[in-house]
């Protein structure tokens, strides 16, 4: 009688042993803005012109063991893109483009992440720019995590991601364009969009940082 009921208890330790291990929850991870850029290229004439945003913010919340379980969200201040002339970047802020006055910041939520092979990453998510919505598919990469510590000095634990889209500027109503007289238009309608992250994992908070809780005396 002993010896058979040992058997159940011996299958679920050799279950156990054979199951993949649990993921670990995902960890948040916040961009380090001198690190990051959020680029894009559109046709000008014949050429392409190259832009960026100053101003972005990301939160990716990062599972190292199953990438399947991450998330990212982004938000960019429309009022900092910049294009190095001052009159484009002017007309890029008004109603012409970006309408920033109205439509102050560019967001991204991703929806699912669907990892691939050597670290690549398909993302897809809702932006919402100019206040229109609309489902993108990024093709992303993680390009590998670690703790920084360079004797005195230490970076913390850091993780590189970037990520290339195009999109048709006009599925954002910014349609403004000029007819050339030889034919053709001044500006292409996709925009090419790169983007490079340099994200800081969030340390947990410690006791001693934690406001008081209760009532006030």
């Not at 092979?117 to 489902?135: A, C, S, V, Y």
């Not at 889209?165 to 925009?191: A, E, H, P, S, Y």
């Amino acid at each position: 009688m002993r010896r058979l009921a040992l058997i159940p208890t011996l299958g679920a330790v050799a279950w156990l042993a054979l199951a993949p291990p649990l993921s670990a929850a995902p960890v948040r991870f916040d961009s380090d803005p001198p690190h990051s850029q959020a680029t894009f290229t559109i046709r000008h004439f014949f050429s392409k012109v190259p832009g960026r945003f100053k101003d972005m913010a990301v939160t990716i919340m990062l599972d190292e063991q199953n990438l399947a379980s991450s998330s990212v969200e982004a938000t960019i201040q429309a009022a900092s893109i910049f294009t190095n002339n001052d009159y484009r970047d002017k007309d890029l802020r008004s109603s012409n483009f970006f309408a920033v006055d109205s439509f102050p910041t560019i967001h991204f939520k991703s929806t699912k992440v669907t990892p691939g092979e050597n670290g690549k990453l398909t993302i897809e998510g809702n932006l919402t720019m100019r206040g229109i919505t609309k489902p993108i598919v990024l093709d992303g990469a993680f390009l590998g995590a670690g703790a920084l510590d360079m004797g005195q000095y230490s970076a913390g634990y850091r993780a590189g991601f970037e990520a290339t889209t195009t999109l048709n500027r006009k599925d954002f109503n910014i349609l403004w364009n000029k007819t050339l007289d030889q034919g053709g238009t001044m500006l292409g309608d996709d925009v090419a969009i790169s983007i490079g992250i340099e994200a800081i994992r969030a340390e947990p908070e410690k006791a001693g940082d934690r406001p008081p809780t209760g009532k006030k005396k």
